[in-house]
């Protein structure tokens, strides 16, 4: 079954809602809208990572898909209104300069730099964010300090296959979660999905939430960069070729028979797919299989372009992911 | 005077086994039962039965300081840092070694013998040393250990207008507001941690936490304090003096924004001055606390020190009482359902 057009559309949605890792509250409830009718119970835990579950036949399968994205946040304001930011995750300084920022309570600033720093030079504290406030009260009754925020950017359409877009990594993963989970509940099989919380920051959310869970399998789908644009660091994925075997990363080491069971599904469910090997990629993999006792882990990865804080995703690759966990999670 | 006490006993991380005996003093009596964990953690249980949230109350009993790694023929003793030391601020430094305290001071080749390019550089770890006066190895040794640890030979004593200086607010003084808070008693269940091994990665807390299982967690820490000539607003971490702060990100932590709003929250009704931890660098027990087992709400309530990890630490005296206020008042409202996760 084929629905590209499906996954777009809440994909396009998804990814325009600000959620910086530990403000994942707006992506949240939208992910939680798509699946609520069909879980029979939703929750979201201490650290923030929604979880929903439906009881069925089988193994319990746990699919795991991060809902934020890295951004910033404000730290101080100064006398003049002006507001200084610190990184959530991993973002470079110089990527935001001349860029807009969006705050998850809707307002939005102009990032500017101080002159006398060289663009190679440039770090956190040397940015400034100018929300039209003219005083330091002013500034923080727009921007509490401690509100989170991202680089705003629309998501575009590049022909019928292709999105380009900031948090595109990780809602289009979140999306094949959520398509996956819906029809193995309508199989009538045992299965969760995770929405972690804060994996842009070191996979906090994923540890605990698999904790709590006790997956007999956890599938986590996330973005793994192509390597297939001018001069890109050596990566084997490309666009559009299917999606990818997660067989290491910088986290985990896949154990062989979850590999080859995803293996198998994929060459039952008829899915093309391709080899992630990315040893220094962050993932929530590695959290979740050092939980409890130890925990079944594979990967199910996308190829993303990454250019800054754009990703470049098509959704054929997408949709076969969806058929590919499917097939997986009904047969382990 | 307990921050006198507390401030003065040793205990660098992993060699916690003075300040524990120090602290177990300090609150047996006000609590109803006290006990170590294998990591050597001081868990104290307070009312616990009764219903409620079970808190957990976290303040590392551990400070930063030097192992002692090899002794010279001439009986100078080499050492490296035990926690995050910065090699700058130990030069000619005195300190005490060891369970006997013995007085060492940290060595350095004199002004008059330096080279004009020496005088410019700041000395290496390398080239330091510790002299406790042995004549040779066997002498040293006869005294010292390889392993045994030293701590800055700094006494507590009150400063200018209501501050203190000591060579440990890092954490003695979060400590002491824990020991404060022991002394009082709450109608819902207390679980106060002294803890080891925060500065070498938030290895206690993580133990700790997992054991208790709290509802709700908060470390109480001394934290960074920059607010000196020439440093911008946004690199100053905290200001001595505007009260204790709250995290709203640094290494380990996000901030969780309901319970960031609950501290705010109280803090304003209790009329106690509060500000924010203006900095990403550095984390405390709470970033091991809030992901242990499903994980765990809470946060952080710091207070602002000078100088950290160095010999002398500054405090102000009005931040401290006010941290001792303000985490009064937060047991107050948990007790009266104030907060709801």
Not at chain 2, 104 to 123: D, F
Request: with cysteine.
């Amino acid at each position: 079954m084929t629905d590209i057009g499906g996954l777009k559309a809440r994909i396009l949605h998804w990814a325009e809602v600000v959620a910086p890792s530990g403000s994942e509250g707006q992506v949240r409830e939208a992910l939680l809208g798509a699946i609520r009718a069909a879980a029979d119970t939703v929750r979201v835990d201490a650290l923030g990572n929604a979880i929903a579950t439906k009881a069925g036949e089988g193994k319990h399968v746990v699919l795991v898909a991060h809902a934020d994205e890295p951004g910033v946040m404000a730290i101080h304001a100064d006398e003049q209104g002006f507001l200084r930011l610190i990184a959530i995750g991993d973002v470079p300084a110089e990527a935001l300069v001349g860029r807009m920022v969006q705050f998850t309570n809707g307002v939005t600033g102009v990032v500017g730099v101080e002159s006398r720093v060289k663009p190679q030079d440039v770090g956190f504290e040397h940015l400034f964010v100018d929300v039209g406030a003219a005083s330091q009260a002013e500034a923080q009754r727009l921007v509490p300090l401690g509100t989170a925020g991202v680089v705003q950017s629309p998501v575009v359409e590049m022909g019928p296959h292709r999105l380009a877009g900031r948090a595109l990594d990780n809602r289009a993963g979140c999306a094949v979660a959520a398509e996956a989970f819906l029809r193995l509940a309508a199989m009538g099989r045992k299965v969760s999905v995770v929405f972690t919380a804060q994996q842009a920051v070191g996979s906090r959310g994923a540890g605990t939430a698999a904790y709590q869970l006790e997956p007999d399998l956890a599938i986590v789908v996330d973005a793994a960069p192509a390597g297939d644009m001018p001069e890109a660091p050596r990566m084997a994925l490309r666009l559009g070729q299917g999606p990818a075997l997660k067989v290491m990363d910088g986290t985990a080491v896949v154990p062989l028979d979850v590999k080859h069971h995803l293996e198998e599904s994929a060459r039952r469910a008829g899915v093309e797919i391709q080899y992630e090997v990315w040893p220094r990629g962050q993932s929530d993999a590695g959290a979740v299989q050092l939980s409890q006792a130890g925990v079944k882990v594979g990967g199910v990865s996308y190829p993303a372009r990454r250019s800054g804080m754009m990703q470049v995703i098509d959704l054929r690759d997408l949709d076969a992911a969806v058929r590919w966990v499917v097939a997986a999670a009904a047969s382990w | 005077m307990l921050l006198k006490r507390l401030t003065e006993a040793m205990g660098p991380s992993g060699f916690e086994d003075e300040i524990r005996g120090v602290l177990r003093e300090e609150v047996e009596g006000c609590v109803d039962r006290v006990y170590t964990d294998v990591l050597g953690n001081l868990i104290c249980e307070k009312g616990v039965h009764q219903p409620g949230p079970r808190v957990m109350l976290d303040a590392h009993m551990d400070e930063v300081g030097l192992m002692i790694t090899h002794a010279e023929e001439n009986g100078l003793l080499r050492f490296r840092p035990l926690g995050g030391v910065d090699p700058r601020v130990l030069v000619s430094k005195p300190v005490r070694i060891g369970e006997d305290k013995r007085f060492g001071v940290i060595g350095a080749k004199p002004i008059h013998l330096q080279k004009a390019e020496e005088r410019r550089k700041p000395l290496p770890l390398e080239s330091l040393y510790i002299d406790i006066g042995a004549r040779d190895r066997d002498d040293a040794l006869a005294h010292v250990r390889l392993g045994d640890v030293a701590v800055f030979a700094t006494r507590y004593e009150e400063i200018g207008v209501r501050c203190a200086k000591a060579k440990s607010f890092d954490d003695r003084a979060g400590c002491a507001v824990l020991v404060e808070a022991l002394r009082e008693t709450h109608p819902i269940p207390v679980y106060g941690v002294f803890t080891v091994q925060e500065e070498i990665g938030l290895r206690g807390a993580m133990a700790a936490a997992y054991r208790i299982q709290p509802d709700i967690a908060i470390a109480l820490e001394g934290t960074v304090c920059f607010d000196v000539a020439r440093a911008p607003g946004h690199g100053q971490g905290t200001v001595l003096g505007r009260g204790p702060a709250f995290t709203l990100q640094d290494g380990r932590t996000l901030a969780d924004r309901r319970f960031l709003e609950f501290l705010v929250h109280v803090a304003e009704r209790h009329d106690i001055p509060y500000q924010f931890r203006r900095v990403k660098g550095g984390s405390n027990d709470f970033g091991a606390i809030h992901r242990t087992r499903a994980g765990v709400v809470g946060g952080s309530i710091s207070i602002p020190v000078r100088y950290i990890h160095a010999p002398a630490q500054v405090m102000s005296l009005e931040d401290y009482e006010n941290t001792v206020r303000l985490v009064r008042a937060v047991l107050a409202e948990l007790a009266k359902g104030g907060f709801q996760a």
